[in-house]
């Protein structure tokens, strides 16, 4: 294992911000890991994945590890069902790709999600009516400061809306090192209902669609509106889709009656981010190097070189707007470091 010093890590997340790790390894095996951990025990540690899921904002005076460990296995399989455990450095679409290959059903609207296996629980990652929570089984991670192994079933996950107990009362203490899934070999229940999904599909002239149409239909859209990480840097999502009480609601819709909502329960309602930000006059602004994502508003961007604060200030100035003008104030998807 290689250990590098003053490391750029612009290559490793998905922004593409280029700041410093003042110590670096990638770890490819859990003795690797193991070691590493037990050699900087007293010492702040930081965990960097696929890095899609964060806005770097300062250099990283610390050791920072890489979790490359691959790997994809089947573990048991039965007339319908199969299990697999993949290791958490597996590139997730990858993933994807394998179970369409395998004819696995279960993740096939989960295509293009940029990001490694292992941090695809932290956020409960989701697209096109699927979230992650609903095939994986378990998850293997190491406890940092004991070095020991927990296995978290799905119910010890706390899964939310692109939340989980990694990100609440379990945060920053475990590295996972392995997630599991449950996959239909046949019989696939196939998720079509979101409308671009069943559009694309139509368009197609496909009514009868397997897992690979379906991932197909799934990288089409996303190719249609999410800018590729190897191009424009971005982090998906910045924000949450927030959730409002129907009271709210109600009086928003009287001066926007054509506001898009989901509803949650009587009670709540749900409005994509994306609308707000686009009605507050942010689709495709840029200042600098940092953006707004022209095709989709909820995705900020990074032309080139902008910095993390860069970033951060058009976040902030979309978050005082939006309280301002429809009293909302968003939470923030991505971690900001
Ligand atoms: N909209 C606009 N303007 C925009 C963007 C969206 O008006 O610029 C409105 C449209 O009315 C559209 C609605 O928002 O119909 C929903 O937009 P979209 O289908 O693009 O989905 P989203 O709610 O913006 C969420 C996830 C995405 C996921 C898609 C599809 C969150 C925070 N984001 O976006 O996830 O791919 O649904 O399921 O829940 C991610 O988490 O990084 C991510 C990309």
Redesign the pocket.
């Known amino acids: 294992m290689k250990i590098e010093y003053n490391k750029s890590l612009k290559k490793y997340n998905t922004f593409g911000i280029d700041v410093i790790a003042s110590e670096f390894a990638a770890i490819t095996s859990e003795s690797e890991l193991d070691t590493m951990l037990a050699k900087n025990n007293k010492n702040p540690i930081f965990i960097l994945s696929g890095g899609s899921n964060m806005l770097l904002t300062e250099n990283l005076d610390m050791l920072v590890l890489h979790i490359a460990i691959k790997g994809i296995a089947v573990t048991e399989t039965s007339e319908k069902h199969v299990s697999v455990s993949v290791n958490a450095g597996e590139n997730w679409h990858d993933f994807v790709q394998y179970c369409i290959k395998n004819n696995y059903g279960g993740v096939e609207n989960l295509s293009l999600i940029p990001g490694y296996v292992g941090s695809a629980p932290i956020q409960n ?5 699927v979230e992650l929570k609903d095939t994986m089984t378990s998850c293997e991670a190491i406890h940092i400061t004991t070095r020991k192994k927990h296995i978290f079933l799905n119910k010890d996950c706390k899964f939310g809306y ?1 939340n989980s107990i990694f990100k609440n009362d379990a945060k920053g203490e475990y590295i996972i090192t392995k997630v599991t899934f449950r996959l239909t070999k046949k019989e696939h229940i196939l998720n079509t209902s ?1 409308g ?1 999904i069943e559009n694309a599909l139509a368009d197609q002239g496909i009514t009868k669609p397997t897992i690979k149409d379906v991932s197909e239909a799934v990288i089409a859209i ?1 190719k249609s ?2 800018p590729d990480p190897s191009q424009i840097g971005n982090s ?2 910045f ?3 927030p959730v409002v009480d129907i009271n709210h609601f109600t009086k928003l819709q009287k001066t926007y009656p054509n506001i ?1 909502f989901y509803k949650i329960n009587e009670e709540h309602i749900k409005i ?4 707000l ?2 009605k507050s006059g942010f ?1 495709g602004k840029r200042w600098g190097d940092a953006g707004v994502h022209k095709k ?3 995705v900020l961007v990074n032309y080139d070189n902008a910095t993390g604060n860069e970033i951060l200030n058009v976040s902030k100035k979309i978050l005082t707007e939006i309280k301002e003008k429809f009293d909302i104030l968003l939470e923030t ?1 991505v971690n900001i470091i």
């Not at 994509?272 to 609308?275: N, Y």
């Open positions: 990652i989701g697209a096109y009516g692109r979101y671009a996303r509106k999410l998906g999502s924000f949450k889709n898009p994509p981010a994306g609308w930000i686009e689709k989709q508003a909820l998807e």
